[in-house]
């Protein structure tokens, strides 16, 4: 078999792909060496290095650095995922944004709220409700602990200007999270705060996020009936 | 100020990182030129570079070609999310997997359907409802559509002894997926098939793939109360 020379890793890229796509090269298989990919399409080795790093990163293939380099069996993909101030969220349908804090305290957390935000037991954390609401609707009902040892300032704030949502991604950079995604039957709390009738089905996303310093805050995010979050590969 | 000499593009990533999440660089300024980077840290412009880029990757830096380099206001983080073979999900949790087809047809698709998966009105779409289940008990119902002009060997398939989606993932390579998470309110459907009283919450997956060469499969999964899609930053 004899390829046209390409010169580029955008080129390189795109063929690449299409082995893969039309499974000339099949889930699992090695691929061939660099050197060699190189000496076939007439490029230097570098631009197959570019051209197989990005599809990498996209998840179409395995490197390994002894092992060489595999067609992935199971693609995973980078989607965007990001934390949101929910006043923009709001704002960018055209809804005029509210939000009002429903509690303040700064009571010794339930067990395991201790053990996710990584505090020794005993050890008081702020804590927070707020209600975000659209055009005077509930959207979500925020249910937020906050370590005040991570974040000083969060002391002399009463987010009456300010969600705690807004506040902590504007002023704490984070550098990790956990996600989970879930749906819970709206009980008591969650069916009032979002006028909606018990056993509403709704939309929940628990976060953890933290610095290289330590936890800083760990939210559950209760969202009214209907809502859907969106995200794309 | 002086800087110690930084000579790796690891060593330029932290102390960029430093001065991003300590502040000395504020949420949307922009920081100084790769040029007078590599002068302050004493190394080369192309290991200031690789060190920025990874940070922009990382959703920390905003990068415009001609504006400069800006310290992100709202970082974007990128998280892992893959189409998971849901046997293996099951398998990984040390439980016996079972898939059991419910239907199998080649109806005319509803509007919103034909709509999202890019056919035109009258096409007909390959229509399978499957149970999954863990031990024997049902973990998700997937509702699936799949375009046979797309994939002419779905035509072959019963699908008794591998899922549709298990057959997806293995036969076509998927290049773009658009992926919106809800819940909802177990309905007659539902609660029947997965064993569970009407109005309970459940977690909802719909998830639409493509090649280059149009829409593959479209997709609602339905999971079973208490489930949890877990992903990390």
Chains 1, 2 share one sequence.
């Not at 090695?30 to 060699?36: G, L, Q």
């Not at 037991?121 to 005040?148: C, F, Q, S």
């Not at 056993?199 to 969202?223: E, K, Y």
Request: glycine share 8%.
């Amino acid at each position: 078999m004899t390829t046209p020379e390409i010169n580029t890793w955008q080129g390189v890229q795109e063929e690449v792909r299409r082995r893969i796509t039309q499974r000339v090269w099949r889930p699992g298989e090695f691929i061939p060496h660099e050197a060699d990919l190189a000496a076939e399409f007439g490029c230097a080795r570098a631009t197959v290095n570019r051209a197989l790093r990005e599809l990498a990163e996209a998840g179409l293939l395995d490197r390994r650095r002894r092992a060489g380099t595999r067609v992935a069996v199971n693609p995973v993909r980078k989607a965007q995922l990001e934390i949101p101030v929910i006043r923009e969220e709001i704002v960018a349908k055209g809804q005029a944004y509210g939000h009002r804090v429903l509690s303040r305290e700064m009571p010794v957390p339930p067990a395991e709220v201790a053990a996710r935000m990584q505090v020794a037991p005993g050890r008081k954390l702020l804590h927070l409700r707020t209600l975000h609401t659209a055009d005077g609707a509930p959207y979500v009902y925020e249910n937020r602990w906050i370590n005040p040892e991570a974040v000083p300032a969060v002391l002399a704030e009463d987010f009456s200007a300010i969600s705690p949502n807004e506040w902590l991604v504007r002023e704490v950079p984070f550098e990790g999270g956990d996600f989970t995604f879930s749906a819970l039957s709206a009980g008591g709390a969650e069916a009032e705060v979002l006028s909606c009738p018990a056993g509403t089905g709704l939309f929940v996303l628990d976060r953890t996020t933290w610095t290289g310093a330590g936890m800083i805050t760990s939210v559950r995010l209760v969202f009214h009936p209907g809502y859907r979050m969106h995200t794309r590969l």
